[in-house]
């Protein structure tokens, strides 16, 4: 059914950017391509997202609309997302937003993703929740952001090592060590990481891939096979 849904609205989105037999009113238009944006983010698109909401900002902007204030907001979020090193406030059309009471935050947040700092990223956090955290839809994509900023300072932290301990880089990180474990072991699968964990002295030792890779693929094979299994015991009981 969700399948069917977005399906259904895509074809709704790229009929509507399709009409061109009269010039549609820019709010309008601002409408169909936050729509669009939000679409594109749901499938983690999220150069597609940025795109659309961008064009959502211009609209509502010729618009005299204060949908634009939201939809700049969702355009940090997409360019966050996409790792993209270009500020959007450095533009001309959106320069003028940059001190904007309730753009503020998200350019301060924008700052402290692009220099890595976590600490300032997740005080941004804590302190903007009513800007920020209180829009569900920001809300549900804040657990990916600090994903992406931790595995950059984890990627720049282990550079120079061949062997680190995971209790330094859980202090590093401001996280607990299980969702350190997590990080590397998804990076180790991703071929982000050359290397393999041990867990009995707590390490992370660098260079030896194939250990890592033959022991995370057989827990991930493993644990496609048990949802398979319980999809397949659901499915008897009801």
């Known amino acids: 059914m969700v399948i069917f849904l977005s399906f259904a609205c895509q074809q709704l989105y ?7 037999s009269a010039i549609p009113h820019p709010r309008i238009m ?5 729509c669009g944006g939000k679409m594109h983010m749901a ?8 795109t659309d909401f961008f064009e959502a900002f211009k609209n509502y902007d010729e618009a005299g609309n204060q949908r634009r204030i ?13 790792e993209s090193e270009v500020n959007p406030f450095d533009g001309q059309e ?48 804040i657990e990916d952001l600090l994903k992406n900023v931790r595995t950059q300072v984890l990627l720049k932290l282990i550079k120079p090592y061949t062997r680190i301990r995971i ?31 041990d867990q009995v002295n707590r390490l992370l030792e660098r260079g030896d ?24 015991v659901s499915n008897r009981v009801y």
């Open 14 to 20: 790229q009929k509507a950017l399709a009409i061109k």
């Open 30 to 34: 601002g409408i169909i391509r936050e």
């Open 43 to 50: 499938e983690r698109q999220w150069a597609e997202a940025a």
């Open 70 to 82: 939201q939809c700049l907001k969702y355009l940090v979020l997409a360019n966050m997302l996409m």
């Open 94 to 141: 959106a320069k003028p937003y940059k001190n904007d009471p309730e753009i503020l935050a998200m350019t301060n947040l924008i700052a402290a993703y692009q220099r890595n700092e976590i600490l300032e990223f997740e005080k941004i956090l804590k302190s903007n929740r009513r800007t920020i955290m209180e829009d569900p839809f920001i809300r549900n994509y």
């Open 167 to 197: 209790p330094f880089i859980s202090k590093e990180l401001n996280v607990p060590e299980k969702d350190v474990e997590q990080l590397l072991v998804s990076l180790i699968l991703d071929n982000r990481i050359d290397g393999h964990i």
């Open 209 to 232: 891939r194939s250990k890592g890779m033959k022991k995370y693929t057989a827990i991930d094979k493993w644990n496609t096979q048990l949802g398979s299994l319980y999809q397949t």
